[in-house]
């Protein structure tokens, strides 16, 4: 009996400890100082747009504003949610800045879809928990990390493409075109991309490959792990 009061004593704490919504939905800017990183973290829908002015435009109720931490430091911009929220649905924030990001790390629920093109000498990008991401993306190198549930939608070009993927993750890019390359796969994921040039490294577990093109293959491939080639059509 004792240990089950305590059992809902902590329940409680933890649940009271959420930021549920209340009052009016708002829309709220916030001027910032010139970023060319992006960290987000929270349960929260992300909109990029170029813009001569740099600063962020939110949607959602007061309380739920009021926990959000927003600051750029070395040119870093970082939007995180301070406390987990309860009942509140998918909120959205408008990113309007002058430059492109050059990295990119999202965590938790995060969503983040770039509306333009973004032109970048070396791209990278970060993915876990159940963040995704959309967008268009010019680069000559470009370096993914995807875990967890994570998912990814990329088009665009880049010369080199370094991606390592586990879990659960997948990434669904037949428009984005690679050159080369560089896979390190583990786990369940998928990945579905757009080869010209060559594909090396390693796809394990029960991982599935899907490549479009005709690429040179220097590839080890685990019994269980699939790789299949295909057509656009």
Partial sequence: MKNLFYLILIFTAVSCGKVTP???IQSKDVELAEFSKLDLKGKFRVFYIQS????VNVETYPNVFEN???EVKDKNLSITEKSAT????FYNITIYGKNPFDDIKIADSVELNISSQMKVENFSLHLKDNAKFIGSVIS?????????KSRANLLGKTTLAKLNIRDTASIIS???YIKDLEIESQNGNYAELNVDEEIKG???NTSKLIYYGNPSKKLKVT?????ENKKIN
């Avoid at 000559?140 to 967890?148: D, F, H, Y």
């Fill in 22 to 24: 209340k009052g009016e």
């Fill in 52 to 55: 001569p002015h740099n600063f």
């Fill in 68 to 70: 959000l931490k927003i």
């Fill in 86 to 89: 309860d009942k509140v649905d």
């Fill in 140 to 148: 000559e190198k470009s370096t993914i990390e995807m875990l967890n």
């Fill in 174 to 176: 037949p428009y984005w």
């Fill in 202 to 204: 390693k796809i394990g």
């Fill in 223 to 227: 019994e269980k792990a699939i790789i």
